[in-house]
């Protein structure tokens, strides 16, 4: 006879999430994006909420640098082809993918919104592929230089 109760005595990885910081300043627009988003896709909305809902929200100058936040350029590296990617993460009116603006609100900007450097994070493709996918670097607009 199978058991269809849970062992809850072995680890997995895909239970355990990486912490997420989130810029106080961006949580009001975050969340707005995350109701107008219900009915066209509740799934992706509801993933929305839920990183929001386990985050720590924090004041802008108290998040970490190596945390990923809006319009920050986030490397990333595929665990399992060794290939880096590098994007920056923008709210949707300013994404442009051939610019490698990467939207909020695409399952892979969900992913890697409030992460810092050294998480890793499953993600799983339009093709119902899933990844691990690894930060590598995150550097923020104007860290280096007021341009």
């Not at 929001?52 to 809006?70: E, F, L, Q, S, Y």
């Not at 009116?93 to 490698?100: K, N, S, T, V």
């Not at 590598?136 to 007021?146: F, K, S, Y």
């Amino acid at each position: 006879m199978p058991s269809t109760t849970p062992v809850s005595t072995a680890k997995k990885p895909s239970k355990r999430h990486p912490k997420v910081i989130i810029n106080a300043d961006d949580l009001a627009h975050l969340e707005g994006l995350a109701e107008g988003m219900m009915k066209r896709n509740p799934a992706l909305a509801d993933r929305l909420f839920d990183e929001i809902g386990r985050a720590r929200i924090v004041a802008p100058a108290k998040v970490p640098k190596d945390v990923v936040t809006m319009g920050s350029t986030v490397t990333y590296q595929d665990e399992a082809t060794g290939q880096e990617k590098s994007v920056i993460l923008v709210y949707p009116e300013d994404a442009d993918i051939a610019r490698m603006r990467v939207s909020v609100m695409t399952p892979i900007g969900v992913a890697l919104l409030g992460l810092s450097e050294g998480a890793s994070f499953y993600w799983d493709t339009r093709t119902d592929q899933r990844r691990t996918l690894k930060i590598i670097r995150v550097e923020h607009p104007g860290a280096d230089d007021e341009s």
